[in-house]
Nanobody
């Protein structure tokens, strides 16, 4: 089984920054990618950013140029640097593990998530 624990969310004003992190443990040796998803109230869970073990990344159009995904050398912790935050970025942010060959694929599981609220 895979365990995923997120931290580092919070309340921030528009234009501010946050850097949540996610620690993965358990049976993760077969996974070659990690990702951040988010779910806003009343909406579906959407992919925010993904990173493969070779460094390949992918971002949702809405966060390109503002968010940066990274991971540590061991590959078991992933970060999401979020800059220039907007109220529409408010959501619960969760991480997951998955696969990457020519495309990313994420089927879960997801962690419990960390709340990010952008408000003045």
């Amino acid at each position: 089984q895979v365990q995923l624990v997120e931290s580092g969310g919070g309340l921030v004003q528009p234009g501010g920054s946050l850097r949540p992190s996610c620690a993965a443990s358990g049976t993760i040796f077969s996974f070659r990618a990690m990702a951040w998803y988010r779910r806003a109230p009343g909406k579906q869970r959407d992919l925010v950013a993904a990173i493969a073990s070779d460094g390949t990344t992918d971002y949702a159009d809405s966060v390109k140029g503002r968010f940066t995904i990274s991971r540590d050398n061991a590959g078991y912790r992933v970060y999401l640097q979020m800059n220039s935050l907007k109220p529409e970025d408010t959501a619960v942010y969760s991480c997951t593990v998955g696969h990457y060959r020519s495309a990313f694929r994420f089927d879960g599981p997801w962690g419990q998530g960390t709340q990010v609220t952008v408000s003045s």
